[in-house]
């Protein structure tokens, strides 16, 4: 079978000045610190990391990034920080991201996400016009914005949005943020403007070592077995499409190189595992407590719980397609790297170096794994 897939040019971000909105989070200090080990410049714009522990704390990322302390929803503290770092490319992963919480705090949810956003690609629009080399902005969305169709089939980009919990309503607004955007930048009359680029990607659930956020499968896993809990199920037929964190990562790289110089590429995108990865929340849990050992359980929760969907698949042939980007781990081996991620770190392994360590095997491993 001919490989046709595209490797990440490390050169291409050697120099790189990079801005990553959300850069405290779980996904963005595995995204900072990729970036990092590739040359790039990392600027980062969040508030203090969500969670304690934390692995942007973990892994002492204030050593290697330059960090702006700040709320998405300033727009003149935004506004400042992206004038000062001058960035090439953005990653927008600022946002409320749990489906959980957006019933607690809607109002919060939608100002994070749709006016964070609007906020972002103003300032963007802004400081393009002062002369900044803006060229290519990710936003980075979920697969929870598509509305229920036939379960049967992966949803793909040009399927309907909708999203019914407020957290993934707010993110299909952000879709049509995007869009109307794309349009601005390319009629302002500055025409400089027309030099950015807007992408959208979104991505499956995505596991791996370093997430202690609340109410979220594999934190909550971990945090049960570590006290001795069975691990509570709430909702365990409900099948999700599930990859390690560094899969929809690597496409988020691998779109910015073709964007950079191709405005075509500003377009949705979708990042998931192969088919036979999309499974129930029980199967996941079970894999993960067998590969854990020393008594791991479940158990379901018979509680009521806020609505979720109960099918969610992604056809991910566009990105596969016209990226060349495949999953390259599946999801024993994902679920294998974020224990031996967790052993590790109970081990008092450095966790910087835990995370490189896992890069390096990822980015090694795509080499030459079969797809």
Request: aromatic share 8%; hydrophobic share 35%.
């Amino acid at each position: 079978m001919p490989d046709n897939r595209i490797r990440i040019n490390s050169d291409f971000w050697k120099g790189k000045h990079v801005f990553v909105t959300g850069h405290t989070g779980f996904k963005g200090t595995w995204l900072s610190l990729w970036l990092h080990g590739m040359g790039a410049n990392v600027t980062g714009y969040s508030l203090q990391p969500p969670t304690e522990p934390s692995l942007f704390e973990l892994c002492r990322m204030d050593e290697i990034v330059t960090s702006y302390t700040a709320d998405i929803r300033n727009m003149a503290a935004l506004s400042a920080a992206l004038k000062e770092a001058a960035p090439d490319i953005i990653f927008h992963l600022a946002a409320q991201p749990l489906v959980r919480a957006s019933y607690l705090n809607p109002i919060e949810t939608y100002e994070m996400n749709t006016m964070g956003t609007v906020n972002l690609l103003e300032a963007v629009r802004q400081a393009v016009k002062g002369g900044s080399p803006v060229k290519a902005v990710i936003h980075v969305s979920t697969d929870k914005v598509y509305s229920q169709l036939d379960e049967s089939r992966g949803y793909r980009e040009t399927d309907r949005l909708g999203g019914g919990d407020p957290y993934s309503n707010s993110k299909a607004c952000t879709e049509l943020i995007i869009s109307s955007y794309r349009q601005v930048f390319q009629n302002d009359a500055d025409q400089s403007n027309g030099q950015v680029a807007i992408a959208s990607v979104r991505a499956a659930n995505v596991i791996g070592g370093g997430d202690w956020a609340a109410d979220r499968l594999i934190p909550d896993c971990f945090r049960a077995i570590l006290q001795g809990q069975p691990i509570k199920l709430r909702y365990p037929q409900a099948v999700r499409p599930w990859q390690h964190v560094l899969e929809p990562l690597h496409g988020y790289l691998l779109l910015v190189e073709q964007l950079y110089e191709n405005k075509q590429f500003a377009q949705a995108w979708n990042f998931g595992p192969k088919d036979e990865d999309t499974i129930s929340v029980e199967q996941v849990v079970s894999e993960l407590c067998k590969k854990w050992g020393d008594q791991a359980s479940y158990q379901v929760d018979q509680a009521e719980h806020p609505h979720e969907v109960h099918v969610l698949r992604l056809d991910c042939t566009k990105s596969r397609t016209l990226l060349g980007w495949y999953p390259r781990w599946d999801l024993d081996t994902a679920i294998a790297k974020t224990i031996d991620w967790v052993k590790a770190s109970l081990n008092q392994e450095n966790g910087r170096e835990i995370c490189c360590k896992q890069i390096q095997e990822y980015v090694l491993g795509s080499e030459t794994h079969d797809h």
